[in-house]
Each structure stands twice: as structure tokens, then as C-alpha cells.
């Protein structure tokens, strides 16, 4: 896996929003994914400015959902759905059916799954994916265990994810399980960008390029198909030689 390094997380966004626009305007009705979180926040602002000063047009694209919270909507701050929406699709002018993304507020989890698996096998398979890491190497809510054969799925999440979590609430949530697109779609992607920034992510990315292939840390798992480049800013690959 080709790892990107550069000085900051402006330019790191930049760089990354580029394989996207890239993506776009070789096929503007690419199917185009972006994880919700904190790392992308500076890549949709990247992709907002860039359809603004008309280096790309959004209009025939397809975005699918990464993830979801289960139990929070998008009027819940912090839901996947609310950050994504309010940094990124809310800011172009997209139609309702450029997008399909997962309704965390379903009773009917194993139905919501299907119905974006559905979604997937139409669009599919995946244009370009532009995926965060968790502190444990999560990839969307595909936790440590994951299995390589999940399409999209429910999953109670990891202890770490959920301490973690509280960073994106203005309220106390117990958020205990996620609804996700599995390995399978996720590494059947035409092209992955793996994305960290900061030093906190420093000793998860070096785990993600240095421990061998492991269902144990998914963000290692990404190793294993030619599609996929690690782009990281200069802290995040602080502990990498
Ligand atoms: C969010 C998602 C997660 C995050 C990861 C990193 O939609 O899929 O896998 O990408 O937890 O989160 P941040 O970017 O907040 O550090």
C-alpha cells in the first residue's frame, strides 16, 4: 500500500478531495463514499469549494453512506448522518436519490441492511471510498473480529469506539451498536483512500502499515488489495520510520 505523507491537514484534504474529483470527472455518475467523523470534515470542504469554483460537478454522482449510529438521526448532532449532510451534502445541490444512506433510526435493522445492499448491487461496486481510521483500526463500524465476509450489517461496537465516541455528542448518548457497510463492499472499492490526521492517530496508523494483514485490526486488512493508498499528514505518521 502506497503511503502519502504531507506537512498539514489542509493538504492532506486537499489531496485526498483530488482522488475524488479525479473519480468524478473521469465518471460523473461515480458511486462515491466518505466516512462520516472528524478526519474527512476538511476534505468535504475541499470538494464544496472545488464544485464552487467549477473544477467539478456533483450533479450525476451517487454517494453512499458509510455508517451509521444506531438509535441517532440526523436531527441528533453528531450522528453520522447530521455531520455529513451539514458539512457536505447540504452544501451542494444534490437530489434526493444521488444519495443512499443508512437510516440509523430504523426498527428494522436486518431490512435497512438488505435495502442498501440492494442499492449496492445496482450502483455498485463502489468508485472510490474515502475511509477514516479508529483508534482500534475500525474501518466504518467494521470493529477488530470483523468478518471479510460482511456486506452491510449490524454491529455492537467495540469498548474503544464507544469511550470514543462521546467527542462527536453535545449530549450523554449510549450509543452501543452501528449499522455498516461490511469488508466485503469496502474492499471491493475501485479505489480506497485510507485517511489519518494528528498525532493521536500516530500509533494506529504505524500498527495499520507495520502489523502484518489482521481481521484483528481492520485498517490492516486495506493492505491487502492494490486499490488502496494511506494518506496521513505529518503528525498522524509520526511513529512510522
Ligand atoms: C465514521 C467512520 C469511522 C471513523 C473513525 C475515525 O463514519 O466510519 O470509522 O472514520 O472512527 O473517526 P474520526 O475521523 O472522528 O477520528
Redesign the pocket.
Known amino acids: 500500500m502506497k503511503t502519502h505523507i504531507f506537512p498539514d491537514y489542509p493538504q492532506l484534504c486537499q489531496a485526498v478531495a483530488q482522488n475524488v474529483i479525479n473519480c468524478v470527472n473521469a465518471k460523473p455518475n461515480a458511486l462515491i463514499c466518505i466516512?462520516?467523523?472528524?478526519?474527512p470534515l476538511g476534505v468535504f470542504a475541499a470538494l464544496v469549494e472545488a464544485q464552487k469554483q467549477g473544477h467539478v460537478d456533483f450533479s450525476h454522482t451517487q454517494f453512499l453512506g458509510?455508517?451509521e449510529w444506531l438509535g441517532l438521526s440526523k436531527a441528533d448532532k453528531g450522528s453520522?448522518r447530521e455531520m455529513v449532510w451539514h458539512h457536505f451534502f447540504d452544501k451542494l445541490t444534490l437530489r434526493d436519490k444521488q444519495i443512499c444512506f443508512f437510516d440509523g433510526l430504523t426498527t428494522h435493522p436486518q431490512e435497512e441492511c438488505q435495502r442498501v445492499d440492494r442499492y449496492i448491487d445496482q450502483h455498485g461496486p463502489i468508485d472510490c471510498i474515502v475511509?477514516?481510521?479508529?483508534m482500534n483500526g475500525?474501518?466504518?463500524?467494521n470493529e477488530p473480529g470483523a468478518s471479510l465476509d460482511n456486506t452491510c450489517h449490524v454491529i455492537d461496537l467495540d469498548a474503544v469506539t464507544q469511550a470514543?465516541s462521546v467527542k462527536y455528542f453535545d449530549t450523554q448518548r449510549n450509543v452501543q451498536q452501528g449499522i455498516s457497510l461490511g469488508l466485503k463492499t469496502i474492499l471491493a472499492a475501485k479505489k480506497i483512500v485510507l485517511m489519518a490526521s494528528g498525532e493521536k492517530k500516530a500509533g494506529i496508523v504505524a500498527q495499520t502499515v507495520n502489523h502484518p494483514a489482521s481481521r484483528d485490526i481492520p485498517s490492516t486488512l486495506v493492505k491487502t488489495v492494490t486499490q488502496a493508498s494511506l494518506y496521513v499528514d505529518k503528525a498522524a505518521a509520526n511513529a512510522l520510520e
Open positions: 466516512a462520516g467523523g472528524d478526519t458509510l455508517d453520522c475511509l477514516g481510521i479508529g475500525h474501518i466504518g463500524f470514543v
